[in-house]
């Protein structure tokens, strides 16, 4: 990929980059922009899980045992925690560039843009993952961000395509005034972005529970969510993992009827000790789920080659 900025490689040079627009706009701008169209509200947590007449009394039971919750307790985040978590994506979907922003991996047929490589697909392809690219422009419009008058326009007529179609033609085209555009766009609004993205894990575990007709699968995954919710980085590790690999409430997103989403992992889960241990196993079994996803992948795609890296990511939850 080319060079847009040479002297930008990390999220903590973006920030401290001198006399520059990307300075200005996220040193100076980005707070404004976060305050003036975020909520404020703080972390709700759940309440203390009340114990039942016939659990066990045994203080080290009791302390490590889950109960099943009777209703949803929503979860919000801060400005400033979505901001860290979208900092941290950012570094974990584009090491934390702006180049990164702007992306066509091997072996896909979508482009990736944004600190949380939102999908965007050319005219005429229908893939089996979600799209979130338009949806993103959506959201940046609605919020007076700076948007390219082109990609406006596009809208305003009803193209939404990507309209890049093939790695080769994106890839030849990243320093073009369009690309460079996007670019700019992206790293400007990195707040709303990483807004956007907590907005959808704060909404993932009733579309999930939506989805799944089974009480006690219900059970299951309330209990799980909320373990690894409460658990250090827990509400880092919620929100990521959806946004890198979805609710799982697409029968689409799946191989051989193997899904690999949020819900699978929550509903593989059997622990109950809190704290860093449900982050652990809320790791380990992602690792696992993902490890077979690429087991059941088409073996064109390759993507055994991704397998570090989504190690490396769903292992990033426990430090």
Not at 64 to 83: G, M
Not at 237 to 250: C, H, M, P, Q, R
Request: proline share 6%; aromatic share 10%.
């Amino acid at each position: 990929m080319g060079t847009m900025v040479k002297n930008v490689s990390s999220i903590d040079n973006v920030w401290n980059l001198p006399t520059s627009v990307l300075w200005f706009t996220i040193s100076i701008c980005l707070p404004l922009v976060i305050a003036a169209c975020a909520s404020t509200t703080t972390v709700s947590r759940p309440d203390p899980p009340s114990i039942s007449s016939n659990t066990t009394t045994s203080e080290s039971s009791s302390a490590n045992t889950p109960t099943t919750r009777r209703a949803i307790t929503p979860l919000s985040l801060t400005d400033q925690e979505a901001l860290e978590i979208g900092k941290r994506i950012w570094q974990n979907e584009c090491n934390g560039t702006i180049d990164g922003l702007t992306s066509w991996n091997k072996n896909e047929e979508f482009a990736s843009l944004g600190i949380g490589h939102f999908i965007w697909f050319p005219k005429g392809y229908k893939g089996p993952f979600g799209e979130a690219f338009p949806r993103l422009v959506d959201y940046l419009i609605a919020n007076d961000a700076p948007v390219p008058e082109w990609l406006r326009e596009n809208f305003r007529k009803g193209n939404r395509a990507c309209p890049w179609t093939s790695r080769e033609e994106f890839n030849n085209d990243l320093q073009s005034p369009k690309m460079q555009e996007l670019r700019t766009m992206l790293a400007e609004t990195v707040g709303l972005q990483a807004r956007m993205i907590g907005r959808r894990m704060e909404n993932s575990l009733a579309k999930i529970l939506d989805a799944v007709p089974e009480k006690s699968a219900k059970e299951q995954i309330t209990t799980q969510f909320y373990r690894v919710a409460d658990a250090p980085l827990g509400l880092y590790a919620l929100t990521d993992y959806v946004n890198f690999k979805g609710e799982g409430i697409s029968t689409s997103e799946a191989y051989n009827h193997v899904g690999w989403g949020l819900r699978h992992v929550l509903e593989a889960m059997s622990g109950t000790e809190q704290g860093k241990a449900a982050i652990v196993e809320f790791a380990q079994t992602a690792e696992r789920l993902l490890t077979d996803r690429i087991k059941n992948s088409p073996p064109e795609r390759n993507e055994q080659s991704w397998l570090q890296n989504w190690s490396q990511r769903v292992w990033s939850y426990t430090k």
